[in-house]
């Protein structure tokens, strides 16, 4: 059989009634016999079920008496050069159409899902269309973090930044010392409740709002006691 270069289908049968299948064997086995390709089963009209098979008539005659048996009543057969793309094929038409009676979706071997790489490309064009209607300052604010990434910041500790272990405060207000533990991760410990930030602390420990910063102070070397502040200015 004469065949042309880069062709994939060679002969095809299409829209068969099962009762053909049934009644004329011996006609569809000389087409058929021996040959690979992808075949369709199809229900009312809408189809139902794709495969592939190196024995395309062996294939066609157990589907009347396995688990498909009774849900079909037409079929197609497309004969291939050969057989070293109908994996990909089935798993193209399994991909596309989701026949009902298919339990596998299709999966291809050698493919590389580009999605991650096209959203990338997509955001980078955009960035780019802003930048030259509106200037860099557009990007800036593009790349501010949204909402919900600020909110869950601001539930961060705010001393995680400026701290590598556990260390001891304190804040003096009239003669009355108050001690707390500031944690690893940066929260502060004071009686038996955490708080995210020294100025919380200091309202919890006071009682009224309080610049937590410069009101408590950490041991910087012993003996040397230094307000807060200081941790941001290193």
Not at 11 to 40: F, P, T
Not at 88 to 95: G, I, Q
Not at 118 to 133: P, V
Request: positive net charge; glycine residues 6%; aromatic residues 8%.
């Amino acid at each position: 059989m004469k065949s042309h270069k880069g062709q994939l289908v060679c002969e095809h049968l299409e829209n068969i009634s099962l009762d053909a299948l049934e009644k004329h064997q011996d006609i569809i086995r000389e087409y058929v016999k021996g040959r690979h390709g992808i075949y369709a089963l199809y229900r009312n009209g809408r189809l139902y079920y794709v495969g592939l098979a190196s024995d395309l008539r062996r294939r066609l005659k157990h589907h009347l008496h396995d688990r498909h048996a009774q849900t079909w009543d037409r079929f197609s057969v497309y004969l291939t050069v050969d057989d070293r793309h109908l994996r990909d094929l089935e798993s193209l038409v399994l991909k596309i159409a989701s026949p009902t009676g298919n339990r596998q979706t299709g999966k291809f071997l050698n493919s590389k899902n580009v999605m991650t790489a096209f959203r990338q490309d997509i955001k980078n064009k955009h960035k780019k269309e802003i930048r030259s209607l509106f200037g860099i300052e557009a990007i800036k604010e593009i790349a501010k973090p949204s909402k919900k990434k600020r909110r869950e910041e601001d539930l961060r500790p705010i001393l995680a930044a400026y701290i590598q272990k556990p260390m001891k405060i304190r804040l003096t207000l009239k003669g009355k010392l108050y001690k707390a533990i500031v944690k690893k991760d940066g929260s502060i410990a004071y009686k038996g409740h955490i708080y995210n930030s020294p100025s919380l602390a200091g309202k919890a420990a006071i009682g009224r709002n309080v610049n937590g910063w410069t009101a408590w102070k950490y041991q910087r070397t012993p003996g040397d006691w230094v307000l807060l502040d200081k941790l941001r200015k290193k």
